[in-house]
């Protein structure tokens, strides 16, 4: 079994950019997809981020997703923050063995 | 437009029995595996298993092989999760979510069943 690990938390200002790093403890980030998924508060997930790098219609293009084979990671970086985005994100991912394998999560605050 | 819908919120005595359903509509509902995830208050997202509905084929995160049991019943369109004897530490918010086959994303999600067990 692998595990997907993410920082606890991450804050930054409106207007800048901030990049969620999603690190694979074994096995390559690259062999499967990762998707990356925004909960706020008293809602279900949706995706931000499918297929590594794919965004799905109705998710703006500030929020964008790659794969870093050296540091065997995903990362998801949102340009131009709001308040809006302000939410918890969690990178999901998948191997042979394991069908689905979640992150800790991400609480993102935007101040 | 693709949809899953939950039962609604549940309150419950320890020892007691639960399943709570999840109807899909909009799509095929016997050519996607559906998942059930955890989140308990607080926390984060914990994948419990997945079905497809098809036949019936289920796989168990070992975290929650023999605590619950997933079933579906194709031709209604809908999952369920069931206990058979609920622990207060069960408490937590429940979601269904189709696994897209081929990039294993989970969308769409259900909007939740908040089980609540409590003496």
């Known amino acids: 079994n692998f595990m997907l690990t993410q920082p606890h938390s991450v804050s930054e200002s409106p207007g800048k950019t901030v990049t969620i790093s999603c690190t694979r403890s074994?096995?390559?980030?690259?062999?499967?997809?990762v998707q990356w998924y925004q909960q706020r508060p008293g809602s279900a997930p949706t995706t931000v981020i499918y297929?590594?790098?794919?965004?799905p219609s109705g998710v703006p293009d500030r929020f964008s997703g790659s794969i870093d084979s050296s540091s065997n990671s995903a990362s998801l970086t949102i340009s131009g923050l709001k308040t809006e985005d302000e939410a918890d994100y969690y990178c999901?991912?998948?191997?042979?063995?394991?069908?689905?394998?979640f992150g800790g999560g991400t609480k993102l605050t935007v101040l | 437009e693709v949809q899953l819908v939950q039962s609604g919120a549940e309150v419950k005595k320890p020892g007691e029995s639960l399943k709570i359903s999840c109807k899909g509509s909009?799509?095929?509902?016997?050519?996607?595996?559906i998942g059930w995830v955890r989140q308990m208050p607080g926390k984060g997202l914990e994948w419990m298993g997945i079905?497809?509905?098809?036949?019936?084929?289920?796989r168990y995160s070992p975290s929650f092989q023999g605590q619950v049991t997933i079933s579906a019943d194709k031709s209604i369109s809908t999952a369920y999760l069931q206990w058979s004897s609920l622990k207060a530490s069960d408490t937590a918010m429940y979601y269904c979510?189709?696994?897209?086959?081929?990039?294993?994303?989970?969308?769409?999600w259900g909007q939740g069943t908040l089980v609540t067990v409590s003496s």
């Open positions: 979510a189709r696994l897209d086959s081929s990039s294993l994303e989970f969308d769409p």
């Open positions: 909009g799509y095929s509902f016997t050519s996607y595996w």
């Open positions: 079905i497809y509905p098809g036949d019936s084929d289920t």
């Open positions: 074994s096995g390559s980030i690259a062999s499967n997809y």
């Open positions: 297929e590594d790098n794919q965004r």
């Open positions: 999901q991912s998948y191997d042979s063995s394991n069908p689905v394998v």
